[in-house]
Nanobody, 120 residues
Framework: VQLQASGGGLVQAGGSLRLSCAAS????????MGWFRQAPGKEREFVAV??????YYADSVKGRFTISRDNAKNTVFLQMNSLKPEDTAVYYC????????????????WGQGTQVTVSS
């Protein structure tokens, strides 16, 4: 599976961005799809995950971010609202064969990352 993340950019605090993760090679329908982020000097952290039958969010983004899928387009999205400066990071999408995986080590395929910068 090849993953291509896009949609990052510079936005003011309180604004919104929608990240996309387009897949090729295989259908995403049977995969757990996750979003992670990595800020400068910090470890990569879990943001959101979607699998057949459920989804889950990190506490830091719950109520502000929404993960969704368009199976027809083989694409996963991350809608980010009410953005805060602390959301600034490189955002990565990833695919796992494990259900509801939230550890980055459990993911098999990774996109290249897209930069999100939130100004105060």
């Amino acid at each position: 599976v090849q993953l291509q993340a896009s949609g990052g950019g510079l936005v003011q605090a309180g604004g919104s961005l929608r990240l996309s993760c387009a897949a090729s090679g295989r259908t995403l329908r049977s995969y757990t799809m996750g979003w992670f982020r990595q800020a400068p000097g910090k470890e990569r952290e879990f943001v959101a995950v979607s699998w057949n039958g459920g989804m889950y969010y990190a506490d830091s983004v719950k109520g502000r971010f929404t993960i969704s899928r368009d199976n027809a387009k083989n694409t996963v999205f991350l809608q980010m609202n009410s953005l805060k400066p602390e959301d600034t990071a490189v955002y990565y999408c990833a695919a796992s064969v494990r259900v509801a995986a939230m550890l980055s080590s459990l993911y098999d395929y990774w996109g290249q990352g897209t930069q999100v910068t939130v100004s105060s």
